[in-house]
């Protein structure tokens, strides 16, 4: 009953989450170059195909994935048919992708991540990885940042999700009301309008990103991050748990050996939480049931957060998220929270 509830709310979520380009975007947009970089492909990046994104699509100019698809891969994504089920994912996609978009080019890249060189990252305009290790991220990350690439990185696992975004010095247009200027015309001031009038006005503004080294390196014992401990959304320290999870195991948790999962992610939760020198009682060991494959509600927001925030950054239009947004599908939440070092 838990499930079901949160499922419907997640659901729900999906269908407000905005449309936010427009013509004029669109034409920047096409002219950007973005590197999707698909580790386990999964809806999280289905979802930045679909045609509500289809501007990321229209920029895309090579996907990155390794692994073979799988029969789960039916359950959590669109990409694939059902008769590919042992194929590349990446390869397996293209077909769908490319008929999706057929105004522009689309190609597979099969080698490993882990294999590229550094330069290989700075000929895009935007990087977005999903589905990676924290190492390959990391990495990946310091590239884009030392050449000011816009950096994407996002992940589902189970009813929990999150999209990281580091887009350096990013200037942005935004629209604000401002009082329309008075015109004196003549009329004694009790027949005026009393209610002041509006317009839109477009304005500039910048913001400075952090990049995810420093969102992970918090010093949770000082007095300041102790401070906003409690404010912290607690999706952020179970995603901890998980990829310290992925680094030991070489692998994500597996459905089909869950119960021995369940064990090893509250043993790894003591040890991760321990080494940011917290308590391990701030995360209960119930998270541990509901962190197995990708459920299409989540991976529906994260990916469509995640589209919508390439669309703004890309575009030079409206605040972007600073710096994480993180879906909770056990709470039915979906927070933005700028986490990040001294």
Not at 67 to 85: G, H, K, M, W
Not at 213 to 232: C, E, F, G, I, Y
Request: charged residues 30%; contains cysteine.
């Amino acid at each position: 009953m838990i499930r079901a509830k949160c499922i419907r709310k997640l659901v729900r979520g999906a269908r407000n989450i905005p449309t936010l380009w427009d013509v004029q975007s669109r034409a920047v947009l096409v002219s950007k170059v973005v590197h999707v970089i698909e580790e386990i492909q999964d809806y999280v990046t289905s979802d930045c195909h679909s045609e509500r994104h289809i501007t990321i699509i229209s920029t895309l100019k090579d996907g990155y994935d390794k692994a073979n698809s799988t029969e789960e891969d039916n359950c959590s994504q669109f990409l694939i048919s059902r008769d590919d089920v042992g194929k590349n994912r990446a390869e397996a996609s293209l077909e769908y992708t490319q008929r999706l978009n057929p105004m522009v080019e689309v190609t597979a890249d099969t080698q490993s991540v882990e294999e590229k060189a550094d330069d290989f990252f700075t000929k895009f305009d935007v990087v977005c990885a999903t589905c990676c290790k924290q190492s390959t991220l990391l990495r990946i990350n310091k590239i884009c940042s030392e050449h000011k690439i816009k950096f994407f990185g996002g992940d589902v696992f189970g009813f929990y999700g999150f999209m990281f975004s580091d887009l350096g010095e990013h200037e942005y247009a935004e629209e604000v009301p401002k009082p329309k200027p008075k015109e004196e015309d003549g009329k004694p001031a009790a027949k005026k309008a009393k209610k002041e009038e509006l317009e839109m006005v477009t304005v500039k503004k910048s913001v400075s990103f952090s990049r995810l080294q420093s969102a992970l390196d918090v010093d949770w014992s000082s007095q300041s991050a102790h401070r906003k401990l409690k404010r912290t959304p607690n999706t952020y320290f179970i995603l901890q748990v998980l990829h310290d999870f992925m680094n030991k195991n070489n692998r994500r948790p597996d459905v089909k050996q869950k119960e021995s999962d369940i064990k090893l992610l509250i043993e790894q939760k003591t040890a991760t939480l321990e080494k940011l020198k917290l308590s391990p009682s701030l995360l209960s060991d119930e998270f541990a049931s509901f962190c197995f494959a990708e459920l299409s509600p989540v991976c529906a927001i994260v990916g469509g957060v995640m589209g919508q925030e390439i669309i703004k950054a890309v575009s030079l239009k409206d605040q972007p998220h600073d710096n994480f947004f993180f879906c909770n599908g056990i709470e039915g939440s979906g927070l933005v929270d700028k986490i990040s070092s001294p």
